[in-house]
């Protein structure tokens, strides 16, 4: 059984996992390695978008993570 987080518009979330690289969450997205953000960051859900993704704000900027990749900060 597959788990599927679900988040709300504010709420703050934690890096569980790092990804291999990381999009940027801009009109024009940009791929960025993954060194900019780091295990256990936390951030802001800003918006949804399609594919299981998610706006989130971090310290050094907004990226699309995957659902895979984060968790509610508690």
């Known amino acids: 059984m597959t788990e ?4 709300m518009i504010g709420d703050r ?3 569980k ?5 990381v999009k940027t969450a801009e009109p024009m997205p940009m791929m960025r390695p993954s060194n900019v953000i780091h295990l ?5 859900v800003i918006d949804r978008r399609p594919g ?3 706006g989130v704000r ?4 907004m ?6 990749f984060i ?3 508690e």
């Open 52 to 54: 299981g993704f998610w």
């Open 58 to 61: 971090f310290s050094r900027g």
């Open 71 to 73: 968790e509610a900060a």
């Open 17 to 21: 996992s790092i990804p291999p690289y």
């Open 40 to 44: 256990g960051e936390e951030g802001i």
């Open 4 to 7: 599927t987080s679900e988040f």
């Open 63 to 68: 990226f699309l993570m995957d659902s895979q």
């Open 13 to 15: 979330v934690r890096v």
